[in-house]
């Protein structure tokens, strides 16, 4: 707790520094202030990203010249053309916090491809629109990601939905406690904006911020390396003058957030031992033992100049940065935002981007309807679609030289593009006469084939088709061990590697 206390704090900190108290941040404040406490809001908006890989190439290129760095203008080139060019989000989204209903609906075109994704969760159920299965598949396709298992779930769960237009999937009997976390943060999210709010209005209500402007009934930011800088002198000025006001303010912050946090989980249940750290933090959170001195600060600007000015590039990449912000309230409960970052280099935007943004409280969430499958066993119906889709193609057993050992046994799938095991396990294996002998039922299960065992004969049998093999070997602490070797009964080609003291067999199933 002590950690999260001094990033929100520091930050408050941090926030009330680049603000300022004047009536253009109090409409700010008040703003987050009023959407925190909002339990149904709904949100819209569109998002918009341009990339000049030209300019990026020449960046990438710079940056290695000056970290004399191996990357050569064709890599740079290469790296710089596997990045998009054009992003553009269209986003709607509802959310009702105290009955943890959530709908977010984005719709991303990339490079001119449209990709949509929806998802809405109720409760403990997910429910995800079929054509976001798609999306994700295509969005991992285009960047070179279908190389790992991720790309398999969302293949699993793109055929699973099958012709419904959704997939609807159960947290189960966790649902409960995650609901409870998320109402939680949701509430604590609350309070730490509201005090925040209180922070900065009480620690900064004689400074003013030169960032910040009035515009119509809203405030605008604007936000350039220069005028950071000498908003930091002017900040530094009024530090060292009110640092009492700002240390009062403080303390009182660290106070209410303890006091906070500990009725919080107190009402939800949480350990008492949460009031014994309370007490064991506060004193070492209170202002003159955290808050840095004005040397700090000063020293603190002067390694961001010093590291600035060991690389031109940088320097000329941050100089030239450039963000406006601004937020208008609309009407009753409602607010526009809009953001504007550009990031020139060499006399060319490099980077720019562009939001819009509209939030306002609502009555109730919209409902919503969905035809969906119904997915209550991820683990069993995703086993079930990899057998068929990507069946077992081998075993690998690897092991030392010795007496008694264990040894570990992985299963590697067919079809895949990447190396994925089906399972991983360390068995014990045991040489006799320099024959390794390895537990008959791990293995041959792991590859498929069903199990049977006679105890009246005390024999083992694998069952291949209508095929019954006898694989009895010896039986110790009841588990049955053969020779590798007997694996080609089932018609595996067994084949052996030795490095050394270091052994491997692959049992490879015969093809269908």
Same mark, same amino acid.
């Given at each position: 707790?002590?950690?999260?206390?001094?990033?929100?704090?520091?930050?408050?900190?941090?926030?009330?520094?680049?603000?300022?108290?004047?009536?253009?941040?109090?409409?700010?404040?008040?703003?987050?202030?009023?959407?925190?406490?909002?339990?149904?809001?709904?949100?819209?908006?569109?998002?918009?990203?341009?990339?000049?890989?030209?300019?990026?190439?020449?960046?990438?290129?710079?940056?290695?010249?000056?970290?004399?760095?191996?990357?050569?203008?064709?890599?740079?080139?290469?790296?710089?053309?596997?990045?998009?060019?054009?992003?553009?989000?269209?986003?709607?989204?509802?959310?009702?916090?105290?009955?943890?209903?959530?709908?977010?609906?984005?719709?991303?075109?990339?490079?001119?491809?449209?990709?949509?994704?929806?998802?809405?969760?109720?409760?403990?159920?997910?429910?995800?629109?079929?054509?976001?299965?798609?999306?994700?598949?295509?969005?991992?396709?285009?960047?070179?990601?279908?190389?790992?298992?991720?790309?398999?779930?969302?293949?699993?769960?793109?055929?699973?939905?099958?012709?419904?237009?959704?997939?609807?999937?159960?947290?189960?009997?966790?649902?409960?406690?995650?609901?409870?976390?998320?109402?939680?943060?949701?509430?604590?999210?609350?309070?730490?904006? !509201?005090? =925040?709010? $209180?922070?900065?209005? +009480?620690?900064?209500?004689?400074?003013?911020?030169? #960032?910040? %402007?009035?515009? @119509?009934?809203?405030?605008?930011?604007?936000?350039?390396?220069?005028?950071?800088?000498?908003?930091?002198?002017?900040?530094?000025?009024?530090?060292?003058?009110?640092?009492?006001?700002? !240390?009062? =303010?403080? $303390?009182?912050?660290? +106070?209410?957030?303890?006091?906070?946090?500990?009725? #919080?989980? %107190?009402?939800? @249940?949480?350990?008492?031992?949460?009031?014994?750290?309370?007490?064991?933090?506060?004193?070492?959170?209170?202002?003159?033992?955290?808050?840095?001195?004005?040397?700090?600060?000063?020293? !603190?600007?002067?390694?961001?100049?010093?590291?600035?000015?060991?690389?031109?590039?940088?320097?000329? #990449?941050? %100089?030239?940065?450039?963000?406006?912000?601004?937020?208008?309230?609309?009407?009753?409960?409602?607010?526009?935002?809009?953001?504007?970052?550009?990031?020139?280099?060499?006399?060319?935007?490099?980077?720019?981007?562009?939001?819009?943004?509209?939030?306002?409280?609502?009555?109730?969430?919209?409902?919503?309807?969905?035809? %969906?499958?119904?997915?209550?066993?991820?683990?069993?119906?995703?086993?079930?679609?990899?057998?068929?889709?990507?069946?077992?193609?081998?075993?690998?057993?690897?092991?030392?030289?010795?007496?008694?050992?264990?040894?570990?046994?992985?299963?590697?799938?067919?079809?895949?593009?990447?190396?994925?095991?089906?399972?991983?396990?360390?068995?014990?294996?045991?040489?006799?006469?320099?024959?390794?002998?390895?537990?008959?039922?791990?293995?041959?299960?792991?590859?498929?084939?069903?199990?049977?065992?006679?105890?009246?004969?005390?024999?083992?049998?694998?069952?291949?088709?209508?095929?019954?093999?006898?694989?009895?070997?010896?039986?110790?602490?009841?588990?049955?061990?053969?020779?590798?070797?007997?694996?080609?009964?089932?018609?595996?080609?067994?084949?052996?590697?030795?490095?050394?003291?270091?052994?491997?067999?692959?049992?490879?199933?015969?093809?269908?």
């Amino acid at each position: 707790m002590k950690k999260v206390l001094v990033i929100v704090l520091t930050m408050l900190l941090a926030i009330g520094m680049m603000t300022g108290c004047s009536q253009a941040e109090l409409i700010a404040l008040n703003a987050y202030t009023d959407m925190a406490a909002w339990e149904t809001t709904q949100q819209s908006g569109t998002i918009t990203a341009e990339i000049n890989r030209e300019q990026l190439a020449k960046l990438i290129s710079a940056f290695a010249a000056e970290w004399e760095s191996d990357i050569s203008a064709e890599d740079a080139n290469e790296i710089s053309s596997s990045i998009f060019q054009s992003l553009k989000i269209d986003y709607t989204a509802e959310a009702d916090v105290k009955a943890q209903k959530i709908f977010a609906d984005f719709d991303v075109t990339l490079d001119g491809e449209l990709y949509p994704l929806e998802v809405y969760f109720e409760g403990n159920k997910i429910t995800v629109a079929k054509e976001t299965f798609g999306s994700v598949m295509k969005l991992m396709d285009k960047y070179g990601l279908t190389e790992n298992e991720t790309y398999t779930y969302v293949e699993f769960l793109n055929e699973y939905t099958g012709d419904k237009d959704s997939l609807q999937i159960s947290l189960g009997e966790d649902a409960n406690y995650y609901t409870e976390q998320q109402n939680i943060a949701a509430e604590l999210g609350n309070n730490v904006t !509201a005090l =925040a709010a $209180d922070f900065i209005k +009480t620690a900064f209500s004689d400074y003013t911020s030169t #960032l910040s %402007s009035p515009e @119509g009934n809203g405030v605008k930011f604007e936000v350039t390396y220069e005028k950071l800088v000498k908003e930091f002198g002017s900040l530094l000025g009024y530090y060292i003058g009110h640092k009492d006001k700002i !240390a009062d =303010a403080w $303390d009182t912050a660290v +106070t209410s957030y303890a006091k906070i946090f500990e009725n #919080l989980f %107190s009402y939800h @249940g949480a350990d008492v031992e949460i009031a014994e750290d309370n007490q064991e933090f506060l004193p070492e959170m209170k202002a003159d033992s955290i808050l840095p001195s004005a040397a700090d600060l000063t020293g !603190a600007l002067e390694e961001v100049q010093e590291a600035l000015n060991e690389s031109s590039t940088l320097k000329e #990449l941050v %100089s030239g940065a450039n963000l406006i912000c601004a937020i208008t309230p609309v009407g009753k409960d409602a607010y526009d935002m809009k953001y504007d970052f550009a990031l020139p280099y060499q006399g060319v935007n490099m980077l720019t981007m562009n939001m819009t943004d509209h939030r306002k409280k609502i009555d109730k969430i919209t409902e919503r309807q969905y035809n %969906s499958a119904v997915l209550n066993d991820f683990d069993t119906e995703y086993e079930n679609f990899m057998n068929r889709q990507y069946p077992i193609l081998n075993a690998k057993l690897s092991w030392r030289e010795g007496g008694a050992l264990y040894g570990d046994i992985t299963f590697y799938r067919k079809n895949l593009d990447y190396t994925l095991y089906y399972d991983y396990v360390w068995r014990q294996f045991i040489v006799i006469d320099d024959r390794i002998y390895v537990p008959m039922r791990t293995i041959a299960e792991g590859l498929g084939y069903e199990v049977q065992w006679d105890s009246e004969n005390e024999k083992a049998y694998v069952l291949d088709g209508d095929n019954r093999i006898d694989m009895s070997g010896f039986v110790r602490e009841d588990t049955t061990y053969i020779k590798v070797r007997d694996f080609e009964k089932l018609g595996c080609t067994v084949y052996y590697v030795q490095n050394g003291l270091s052994n491997t067999a692959t049992v490879t199933k015969p093809e269908v």
